[in-house]
C-alpha cells in the first residue's frame, strides 16, 4: 500500500505493508535519530511530532502516516539546537541512545511555554527513559537552555 505524507517539510512517497510500524518506515528511509528501545511506547526513543503531537512512532501503524506532517529530529535541528548544546555542555548525554527522545520531549516542553521549575521539568519528562544519566544532568541541561 502507498502513503503520502510530508516528512521534515519534504513531501514523501511510502509503499508500506498492512503491519509496517512507523518506527521501522522513517528508520528504513535513513532517519535514524529515532530509536527503538522498548518496542512498547514506554521509553520514548522512538519519538516524533505528527501534526505536531509528540508520540512514540514504535506504538504507530504506518499507515496512520497517510496525509499527516511528521518532524523528526532531523528536521528540527535549528530549534532545538540549544537544546542540544545544553545537552552536551551539561553532560546528559552519555550512550547516547536515548538522547533524541529527550530532546524533542524538551523542545515539546520549552515550545508549550514550560517553567524552569525542576519537578515540573521532571513531570514533562514522564514517559522518557535513560538508563545512563540519572536524569539530574538532563533536567539541568533543559533548566539551562531556558535562559
Known amino acids: 500500500m502507498q502513503i503520502k505524507c510530508r516528512v521534515n517539510a519534504k513531501e514523501m512517497l511510502f509503499d508500506v505493508s498492512p503491519t509496517a510500524r512507523v518506527l521501522d518506515v522513517l528508520r528504513d528511509a535513513g532517519f535514524t535519530?529515532?530509536?527503538e528501545g522498548c518496542g512498547g511506547g514506554e521509553c520514548g526513543a522512538c519519538s516524533i511530532f505528527i501534526d505536531k503531537k509528540?508520540?512514540?512512532?514504535?506504538?504507530?501503524?504506518a499507515l496512520q502516516l497517510d496525509g499527516a506532517e511528521i518532524f523528526t529530529l532531523e528536521g528540527l535541528q535549528d530549534e532545538t539546537k540549544e537544546i542540544q548544546?545544553?545537552?552536551a555542555k551539561g553532560?546528559?548525554?552519555q550512550c547516547g541512545f536515548c538522547t533524541?527522545?529527550?530532546?524533542?520531549?524538551?523542545?515539546?516542553?520549552?515550545?508549550n511555554g514550560g517553567s524552569k521549575d525542576e519537578q515540573a521539568i521532571k513531570e514533562a519528562l514522564d514517559g522518557n527513559l535513560c538508563r545512563c544519566t540519572g536524569y539530574q544532568k538532563i533536567v539541568e541541561s533543559?533548566?539551562?537552555s531556558m535562559k
Open 33 to 35: 535519530s529515532l530509536k
Open 100 to 111: 533524541s527522545g529527550f530532546v524533542l520531549r524538551a523542545y515539546e516542553y520549552v515550545k
Open 142 to 144: 533543559i533548566e539551562e
Open 91 to 93: 553532560g546528559a548525554i
Open 85 to 87: 548544546e545544553s545537552f
Open 54 to 61: 509528540l508520540v512514540n512512532s514504535c506504538l504507530l501503524i
